[in-house]
T-cell receptor, first 113, second 114 residues
């Protein structure tokens, strides 16, 4: 089974802090994704990467950036955390375009105070 | 871009009844439609998917139907059991320049009462 591991299950950060959320997958998947999950809004795409060092904006990229220096690792960066970024963040990976659905990580519950 | 609408937002059924969740999508280029189940405190997991060249797909008690003309697809769960209680998400993706990224619906909280 593919494993997608997110480094933290729960995080509490202060407003204005720079926050790093890490995601690692162990099956040489090309594509990786960051979503945030909020009640009633489903999963909304923040950024995705279809290959190493490549990144594309999703539907809600404002206030976020990403880094993918190695194939297995995809980092989400909150440049200056704000309270409206309090959410569940889910990382996912996929072998490549045209393959079946994603494998998700367990999520990081981020609270910004 | 793609927009996926999912209904209902909550669904309550008695054990043994059937449950149906419906989704509509906006991008006629979408060609892949997965469904995910997320149990409380756990990650979403793929339960069934369908591609646009197929109208229906079944896997034991779950089935998905797709109407490309109307741009809607549905999840059907028969003989529901308490362990079916979860949040269900539909999604859609297109190929080409969208890189096949998934756009999700808002989710349906399914509760199966014993």
């Amino acid at each position: 089974d593919v494993k997608v591991t997110q480094s933290s299950r729960y995080l509490v950060k202060r407003t204005g802090e720079k926050v790093f959320l890490e995601c690692v997958q162990d099956m040489d998947h090309e594509n990786m994704f960051w979503y945030r999950q909020d009640p009633g809004l489903g999963l909304r795409l923040i950024y995705f990467s279809y290959d190493v060092k490549m990144k594309e904006k999703g539907d809600i990229p404002e206030g976020y950036s990403v880094s993918r220096e190695k194939k297995e690792r995809f980092s989400l960066i909150l440049e200056s955390a704000s309270t409206n970024q309090t959410s569940m963040y889910l990382c996912a990976s996929r072998l490549g375009q045209g393959t079946r659905g994603y494998t998700f990580g367990s999520g990081t519950r981020l609270t910004v105070v | 871009g793609e927009n996926v609408e999912q209904h209902p937002s909550t669904l309550s059924v008695q054990e043994g009844d059937s449950a149906v969740i419906k989704c509509t999508y906006s991008d006629s280029a979408s060609n892949y439609f997965p469904w995910y189940k997320q149990e409380l405190g756990k990650r979403p997991q793929l339960i069934i998917d369908i591609r646009s060249n197929v109208g229906e797909k079944k896997d034991q008690r779950i089935a998905v139907t797709l109407n490309k003309t109307a741009k809607h697809f549905s999840l059907h769960i028969t003989e529901t059991q308490p362990e079916d209680s979860a949040v269900y998400f539909c999604a859609a993706s297109a190929g080409g320049t969208s890189y096949g990224k998934l756009t999700f619906g808002q989710g349906t909280i399914l509760t199966v009462h014993p």
